[in-house]
């Protein structure tokens, strides 16, 4: 008689009688419950490595994030090595700085996008740690 069952097969034998006979226990379920365990346990693991994967990813999301304020902050303060009081020059300035500011502004967008994509992956591994399967 395997552990698991042991309690309902005593419950059975008051009503079955002390010679009541049990079928052998087919497949060993101890050894189940220990492959299950295995199993579980990676599975666990995995799900706990996805979410510092996705920890990892939002801090590297974030430093980029703060390398382009650094950068965009240095290009919307350079001439480029032209002089500003001159009039030619001033127009030129102003049409590299629209270059590099619309330039930043689409890497802002890239970065906006990836918090969002963070936000709905952490959304998932929240829902595997607290996932219950639906009772039948």
Known sequence: ????LEGRQEEASKILGKDAEY???R???AKLQENY???FDAFDDARKK???SIQDFENANKAFENGLKSNKAAYDKTDFGLD???KDDLKKINQALKIFSDFFARIHTRIDDRYKEIDELNKHAIQLRKYKAPSA
Request: net charge negative.
């Open 23 to 25: 079928p052998d226990e």
């Open 84 to 86: 500003p009081k001159n």
């Open 37 to 39: 365990q295995t199993a």
């Open 1 to 4: 008689m395997g552990a698991w």
């Open 50 to 52: 996805l979410e510092d």
């Open 27 to 29: 497949p060993v379920v």
